[in-house]
């Protein structure tokens, strides 16, 4: 479970990030990655559908935008995502006094048409008009709220080569702009500094009016994944 704390200031947005150690709050549980074919639930391996990767959560004077990360990040760019039609994931949201009771429990599935295309559902998001449904990849919009699900390019950034350089040599060797042969190149070519660099991960972006959220508290976000059926997708 992956859970991330807000303030909803009057101030210029700020971003939060689980796992970026960029925050706002006091306290939080860690982003956990890479948990399917190591954790087994009832004798039943978990999927990769199901992995919670990270939270990231930020506002403006009228807005509050979420981003929600699983299945952890892949370096094939054709990709579509990873989606499970008997997953169900919660994204709760407190905005009183109790952090660990959600106002808001917005429920989101994916599922696949005749065609095969895959599609993704949103319930009970705060501002919208209704359920959200709809293909993949696409905006959605539902009154003031806009919605999207699909892969998107992993933000991170991580010299991997500088620090296995760094400690065989003993002095810093991170990508420092100097040597223009680990720069990150062009898209779709292999990053020489950024570690990240071509990974995709599977996310779930929401846009939604701050009014209908915003009490005067801080937001308690978290994220719960679960399968309504065992086995795998």
């Not at 689980?18 to 990655?33: F, K, S, W």
């Not at 990150?184 to 009014?211: H, S, W, Y």
Request: with cysteine; glycine share 12%; aromatic share 8%.
């Amino acid at each position: 479970m992956g859970h991330v704390k807000i303030g909803l200031a009057a101030a210029a947005a700020a971003l939060m990030a689980i796992g970026g150690g960029m925050l706002m709050a006091d306290a939080t549980d860690a982003a956990d990655h890479n948990e399917p074919g190591s954790v087994v639930n009832n004798g039943v391996a978990l999927n990769k559908a199901l992995d919670i990767a990270d939270i990231y959560a930020w506002n403006t004077a009228d807005k509050v935008m979420m981003v929600y990360s699983f299945a952890g990040p892949g370096r094939d760019i054709t990709s579509i995502g990873t989606y499970d039609r008997d997953g169900f994931y919660t994204l709760n949201i407190s905005n009183d006094a109790d952090p660990l009771t959600p106002e808001f429990v917005i429920e989101i599935r994916f599922g696949r048409n005749p065609d095969g295309k895959w599609g993704v559902q949103m319930k009970n998001v705060p501002g919208a008009a209704g359920t959200i449904e709809g293909p993949i990849q696409k905006t959605l919009t539902s009154g003031p709220v806009k919605a999207i699900a699909g892969v998107f390019d992993d933000p991170f950034f991580f010299d991997s080569q500088g620090l296995a350089e760094t400690r065989v040599a003993g002095d810093l060797r991170f990508c420092n702009g100097s040597n223009p042969a680990r720069q990150v190149p062009p898209q779709g070519g292999v990053g020489k500094c950024d570690f990240f660099f071509g990974t995709n991960d599977t996310m779930i972006v929401l846009e939604m009016p701050r009014a209908a959220l915003d009490k005067g508290n801080p937001l308690n976000i978290w994220v719960r994944s679960a399968r309504l059926k065992p086995g795998v997708a």
